[in-house]
Antibody
Framework: EVQLVQSGAEVKKPGESLQISCRGSGHSFITNWIAWVRQRPGKGLELMGIIYPGDSDTRYSPSFQGQVTISADKSISTAYLQWSSLKASDTAMYFC??????????????WGQGTLVTVSS | SYELTQPPSVSVSPGQTARITCSGDALPERYAYWYQQKSGQAPVLVIYDDNKRPSGIPERFSGSSSGTMATLTISGAQVGDEGDYYCYSTDSSTNPRGVFGGGTKLTVL
């Protein structure tokens, strides 16, 4: 069974750094893209970027380029989303999701349970 | 940047057919994907590659695409189908970027 398990909820202050994780199991982690998706409270889904763990090819959506860092460690089937300096506007639920196939234009099928990040002073 | 446009809301009575549209300039060349999200839950894929249904998704969910518009159709909508629906696709550039539509709130009452 394909599973993506994300790290737990985080409460941080503005300016702090953070890394959240997404561990895959039940499939070949290196042959599908992993996407990170943001959902602010009461708002829609926003694709932040994707990474291909097999070779760490990473593509960022324009709005998120330079704002976050996406990485992966294929040896432990885990993808990461990192901030160096959080802002209150980063408060959101963050989902990871697996692509249906290795094609960069494909959508995602399996989703993690989400990680709630709250940034407040 | 590329955009996919969905109506903010669709409302139908139980048993009626709900149609949710998604328009985007690259849809003639790219597949559309549809996700259902119920309150407080992760999204669920209901249609992929324009018109294919993942295992476990009821047959009342179907998808189609023509020109610059993709459509999710729920035949005989049920109260349990209420939620937010998002389309997803990519632009047609040589370095494609994915994007979600703004989402459509489906009400069945």
């Amino acid at each position: 069974e394909v599973q993506l398990v994300q790290s737990g909820a985080e409460v941080k202050k503005p300016g702090e750094s953070l890394q959240i994780s997404c561990r895959g199991s039940g499939h070949s982690f290196i042959t599908n893209w992993i996407a990170w998706v943001r959902q602010r409270p009461g708002k829609g889904l926003e694709l932040m970027g994707i990474i291909y763990p097999g070779d760490s090819d990473t593509r960022y959506s324009p709005s998120f380029q330079g704002q976050v860092t996406i990485s992966a460690d294929k040896s432990i089937s885990t993808a990461y989303l990192q901030w160096s300096s959080l802002k209150a506007s980063d408060t959101a639920m963050y989902f990871c999701a697996r692509s249906l196939n290795p094609t960069v234009t494909t959508g995602v099928d399996y989703w993690g349970q989400g990680t709630l990040v709250t940034v407040s002073s | 940047s590329y955009e996919l446009t969905q109506p903010p809301s669709v409302s139908v009575s139980p048993g009626q057919t709900a149609r949710i549209t998604c328009s985007g300039d690259a849809l003639p060349e790219r597949y559309a994907y549809w996700y259902q999200q119920k309150s407080g839950q992760a999204p669920v894929l209901v249609i992929y590659d324009d018109n294919k249904r993942p295992s476990g998704i009821p047959e009342r969910f179907s998808g189609s695409s023509s020109g610059t518009m993709a459509t999710l159709t729920i035949s005989g909508a049920q109260v349990g189908d209420e939620g937010d629906y998002y389309c997803y696709s990519t632009d047609s550039s040589t370095n494609p970027r994915g994007v979600f539509g703004g989402g459509t709130k489906l009400t069945v009452l």
